[in-house]
């Protein structure tokens, strides 16, 4: 009975120091470039992707169903969320997350997408009208991203090192195409989450 006293008693001591320490500490502001217009760019970004999928142009005579994500960049492992282990009467958490690592692989692989759209779409289209009309929202809405939401962010190996190359067949393009849309639907997806989670200052706190 008295060890089961002294642990309770030190669980209430251990979780009144965590409670006062967390209520001195002022909340977290968003970080630079993950509120405001540049949340709605992230937001818009896998709306348009949706839109692009979802039309026929894309997938125009393609039976396949086959997903071509960009293998440089870390992106996934870099914007894990951190971790908590439960010990007991108290929570911690662990620091392997890096902020500006995260951002720096979200940086890479939107630099990554917007060159290989932009560069489709100045090749052999078959459905031209409306292949611009479809992926041209999402080249701006890159370029709006790498350009305004990454103050002061250097980013070593740009992607002009592993472009995407495009051919002279239109069906080959546009099957690689739709390939590479799918990969990038779900980046978008993970870089959604990460925005989120980075935005919401937990891993600050």
Known sequence: MANIQLYVASCVLLLSLSWRTSEALPVPAPS??????????????????????????????????????????????????????????????????????????????????????????????????????????IVEITKNLTENCFPQLDVENLPSKDAKVWGNESYNNRLEMNKMMKGFHIRAITINRAIGYISSGDHRK
């Open 32 to 137: 630079p470039g993950t509120g405001g217009q540049c949340a709605d760019f992230y937001k818009m970004l896998l709306l348009n992707i949706s839109k692009a999928l979802d039309s026929i142009y894309l997938s125009d005579g393609i039976q396949s169903e086959k997903i071509e994500m960009r293998n440089t960049g870390e992106t996934v492992l870099a914007c894990a969320p951190t971790l908590t282990q439960n010990l007991g009467c108290v929570t911690q958490r662990n620091s392997s997350f890096s902020e500006s690592e995260c951002l720096k692989n979200i940086k890479k692989d939107l630099l990554y997408y917007h060159e290989a759209i932009a560069s489709y779409l100045t090749g052999p289209l078959k459905n031209g009208p409306e292949e611009i009309r479809l992926l041209s929202p």
